[in-house]
């Protein structure tokens, strides 16, 4: 991750000086989403074991940040350069959808229910953003930065809640096999010491209990005889 974070900031760098554009709070801004949606994708890929295409990731990503740097250029058609970029985003989202639904890792069902709405939610915030802003309510553009933000909060509480599930599942798992172990030989798999000293203190509290009963059964019998 962090190489690809490097080559993205000098291919940024690069491509600023051949084009001779000053960098702006703007563009800056759209690199860092840009750059945030690829470590998502990269890291959705890795936890949930999902394999993905490298050349495909880079090359998309190279042509995501040029066109976010483009945006000077494009100053005629902002309609435009502002498609492409939620064109980016939403493919980026689609692409965490699938891998979360065709990842075999047992998560708890609300968590990935959890996850894929908030993804599908952000997809559709990204797609509907130039239409709704544009042609149906020109305001959206203000309001849109505070739902996008809320939504991306979810989402990456819903991710964190995925990874303290699956760190608690290890470690339950973890812990059952320690347990395992201390009670079966490793080599003949067979119950050792350990675990015959614990079931004989079973049944002898078992047998003591038994005995108790029995002797209250008894002292209650010759009450009522008397």
């Not at 600023?16 to 759209?30: I, P």
């Not at 890291?43 to 483009?70: D, E, H, I, N, Q």
């Not at 065709?102 to 968590?111: E, F, G, N, Y």
């Not at 079973?202 to 002797?215: D, M, T």
Request: aromatic share 12%; glycine share 2%; net charge positive.
């Amino acid at each position: 991750m962090a190489v690809l974070s490097a080559a993205t900031a000098r291919l940024s760098i690069v491509a600023f000086t051949l084009f001779n554009v000053s960098y702006s709070s703007s563009v800056l801004y759209v690199v860092l989403v840009l750059i945030e949606k690829l470590a998502l994708v990269v890291g959705v890929s890795k936890f949930f074991s999902v394999p993905l295409v490298r050349y495909w990731v880079v090359g998309v990503s190279t042509v995501a940040v040029l066109w976010a740097m483009a945006q000077p250029l494009l100053v005629s058609i902002p309609s435009l350069h502002t498609l492409g970029i939620c064109f980016f985003n939403a493919l980026a989202l689609a692409v965490v959808w699938g891998m979360v639904v065709r990842s075999k890792l047992s998560l708890h069902p609300a968590i990935r229910f959890a996850i894929l709405t908030a993804t599908a939610l952000l997809l559709l915030h990204w797609l509907a953003y130039v239409p709704v802003s544009r042609l149906l309510y020109p305001p959206w553009h203000v309001y849109a930065f505070a739902f996008g933000t809320i939504l991306l909060v979810l989402q990456y509480l819903a991710l964190l809640a995925a990874v303290f599930s699956l760190f608690h599942q290890r470690l339950l798992e973890s812990e059952a096999e320690a347990l395992d172990l201390a009670y079966r030989d490793p080599l003949t798999g067979l119950n050792n010491k350990r675990y015959m000293d614990v079931i004989f203190d079973k049944v002898l509290l078992l047998a003591s209990r038994l005995i108790s009963l029995w002797r209250f059964a008894i002292l209650t019998l010759i009450s009522l005889n008397r």
